[in-house]
C-alpha cells in the first residue's frame, strides 16, 4: 500500500470515494483555522488535492449522487444539532445551495 501526505491536515474525516472512483472527499481542519472543517477532493495518489469552495464553517461529506456530478453535505454553524443545515454542491464545489433547516435530501435509485 502506497501512502501520500495530505500537507495540511491536522484532523481528517473518513474519506468518501466518488462512484467513478476517481476522487476522494474528506473534511479536514487546519491548526489555525481553530477546528473549522472544511470539503476537500482529493485524486486517490495524493494529486489535485484542493479545498472545495463554498464551504468555509463546520463541513462534512455525507455522500455522492450516483452520476458523481453533486455533492450533499452538512454545515454546522452552532454548538447545537439545530444549527446544521443539509447542503448540495456541484463535485468542484461550484453552486452550493444550503436547504431550509428542517429539510432533508436523499439520492433517488
Known amino acids: 500500500m502506497e501512502t ?3 500537507g495540511h491536515s491536522i484532523h481528517v474525516s473518513v474519506p468518501l470515494w466518488s462512484p467513478d472512483g476517481n476522487f476522494l472527499l474528506y473534511s479536514s481542519t487546519l491548526e489555525e483555522d481553530r477546528g473549522k472543517y472544511r ?3 482529493v485524486r486517490p495518489d495524493g494529486s489535485d488535492n ?3 469552495p463554498g464551504t468555509a464553517e463546520h463541513n462534512y461529506p455525507l455522500e ?3 452520476d458523481g ?3 450533499l453535505f452538512v454545515q454546522s454553524v452552532g454548538s447545537g444539532s439545530s444549527d446544521s443545515r443539509i447542503g448540495i ?3 468542484d ?3 452550493v445551495r444550503l436547504l ?3 429539510e432533508t435530501a436523499f439520492w433517488l435509485p
Open 69 to 71: 456530478r453533486l455533492i
Open 93 to 95: 464545489g461550484r453552486n
Open 64 to 66: 455522492w449522487s450516483k
Open 100 to 102: 431550509d433547516p428542517g
Open 39 to 41: 470539503v476537500w477532493r
Open 50 to 52: 484542493r479545498e472545495l
Open 4 to 6: 501520500h501526505s495530505l
Open 89 to 91: 454542491m456541484e463535485s
